[in-house]
């Protein structure tokens, strides 16, 4: 879709360059009729050079490319109102830039979902490099002035034999002490079994002293882009969905949506940064050689987990019964046994993590994955994936 609106652009300014060869005596013209004088010509030449750079930014991944577009159909239907009757048709090509541009700013402006993820995460970092914690009587691993410690075998000793052999397969050990950890993600998700399956990409940050979590999803739905967010912070979770960055489909927030989100800040440690595990807000119980339980306490929500490991060590199932599936308008939330299964271990620079993973619903009737997803990128202490 991106490339098809950046031809239109192409081709619309493209003709606009007519009416600077006519104005200039550049070419015969003959559907030209009306006289151009050369101011305006300069016009109609400044308004191809705005559509054409509007293209550019937008093929270039310049959030800022709908601003520039903005200027662009100003001046190109101000120059079409100045040869109306041989330019006119010009304006049914603005206003399809116009509605482009409209998406653009929704989508990618101070207003949008992205501005709101890339803000919300950047003020956490600055309070991480600083040291400084909104929420210091939180639980958490770390207390100020703990930045760079190495994780140690010591750290390691009060959990559970399969935990300690899974840490130290992450390549955790003798590494800073985790603080914040983004990655950024490929997959496809869908509502019940049935439902068509929606690719999206996603990006995450989570934040370890103060509990945190933003989570920002682009997904398709019969073709038109839908934008999620979830956001974890100050101890509440809330959930927003927008059909072309415009529509409200989804508003969710509320205790049953916090202890529902407790559950994946689980899993995102347990998943993505192993080396966290040493929280003092997750008590753990030793099943077997090859499993764990832990119970983490965040707030008013205190969930628990079986963590599965296999031979090699590796965390290949996360199972909690206290994850809670929200309705399609995110108001009503049903308790279900939830699961993780992971494989495909990888290397993310000195980490090991699981490449490829999925989202699975339990019921009495049912059982199917939900979303499936594939690491792209990890990054542990580190600046956000772009």
């Known amino acids: 879709m991106r490339w098809i609106f950046a031809a239109v652009l192409v081709l619309h300014g493209l003709l606009h360059l007519m009416g600077f060869a006519r104005a200039f005596g550049l070419a ?186 933003f989570f920002l999803m682009d997904a398709r739905r019969g073709g038109l882009p839908v934008d999620v967010l979830h956001v974890f912070r100050d101890g509440a979770a809330s959930m927003r969905v927008r059909l072309l960055s415009l529509i409200p489909l989804v508003r969710a927030r509320g205790p049953e949506l916090t202890r529902a989100e407790t559950v994946t800040l689980l899993n995102d440690l347990c998943v993505l940064a192993p080396g966290a595990l040493i929280d003092p807000a997750i008590v753990w119980e030793e099943v077997d050689a090859r499993s764990a339980r832990a119970i983490y306490t965040l707030g008013d929500a205190t969930i628990g987990a079986v963590l599965h490991f296999d031979d090699a060590g590796e965390l290949v199932d996360f199972v909690s019964d206290d994850r809670l599936a929200a309705s399609p308008d995110g108001r009503r939330f049903t308790r279900r046994r939830w699961s993780t299964p992971l494989r495909d271990y990888r290397s993310f620079g000195p980490w090991r993590a699981s490449g490829r993973g999925e989202g699975r619903w339990h019921t009495e009737e049912d059982e199917f994955a939900y979303i499936e997803l594939e690491l792209l990128e990890l990054r542990i202490n580190g600046r956000p994936p772009s």
């Open 28 to 213: 015969e013209l003959p559907q030209l009729t009306q006289s151009i004088s050369r101011l305006l010509g300069v016009a109609w030449l400044a308004t191809a050079l705005a559509l054409l750079a509007t293209a550019g930014l937008l093929l270039a991944g310049n959030r800022w490319w709908w601003a520039v577009g903005v200027t662009a159909v100003v001046l190109s239907q101000t120059v079409i109102i100045t040869s109306w009757s041989d330019a006119r048709l010009g304006t049914v090509a603005n206003v399809l830039v116009l509605a482009g541009v409209v998406y653009g700013f929704a989508s990618q402006g101070p207003l949008g979902f992205r501005s709101e993820y890339r803000r919300q995460v950047g003020e956490h970092l600055a309070r991480t490099v600083r040291g400084d914690s909104r929420n210091p009587g939180t639980p958490g691993t770390h207390t100020r002035g703990t930045l760079g410690t190495p994780l140690t075998e010591d750290d390691l000793a009060p959990l559970p034999r399969p935990v300690r052999r899974y840490i130290r397969h992450s390549g955790a050990v003798g590494q800073p002490r985790v603080t914040h950890f983004a990655a950024a993600w490929k997959g496809r998700i869908r509502a019940a079994s049935d439902d068509p399956w929606m690719p999206f990409t996603a990006r995450q940050h989570n934040f370890v002293d103060e509990p945190a979590r």
